[in-house]
Nanobody, 120 residues
Framework: VQLQASGGGLVQPGGSLRLSCAAS????????MGWYRQAPGKQRELVAT???????NYADSVKGRFTISRDNAKNTVYLQMNGLKPEDTAVYYC???????????????WGQGTLVTVSS
């Protein structure tokens, strides 16, 4: 199983970016998917998660600015980021909680990370 993230880049404060992350490989079912981020010198933190049924959860710091969504047919999760601030600068990692077979256990998989830099 691989998670391929894309969409990062350099953006000015107040700007927008859309991150995508597609899961591929031998997948039976994907439960929750999410985005986490890690700023230089800081621990990785949760940004947003979305359950298979569509319920969402956001960090307080991004509520009202970021929107997480998913396309179950494409095994893809998105993060629309609006009103970006310099403190949003970080490497963003996608995550998927999935099963590879009907009898297999659930496991977390991580993407390679995509850098988001918010600067003027």
């Amino acid at each position: 199983v691989q998670l391929q993230a894309s969409g990062g880049g350099l953006v000015q404060p107040g700007g927008s970016l859309r991150l995508s992350c597609a899961a591929s490989g031998s997948i039976f079912v994907i439960n929750a998917m999410g985005w986490y981020r890690q700023a230089p010198g800081k621990q990785r933190e949760l940004v947003a998660t979305i359950a298979s049924g569509g319920s969402t959860n956001y960090a307080d710091s991004v509520k009202g600015r970021f929107t997480i969504s998913r396309d179950n047919a494409k095994n893809t999760v998105y993060l629309q980021m609006n009103g970006l601030k310099p403190e949003d600068t970080a490497v963003y990692y996608c995550n998927a909680d999935l099963k590879r077979s009907p009898l297999g256990g659930r496991r977390d998989y991580w993407g390679q990370g995509t850098l988001v830099t918010v600067s003027s």
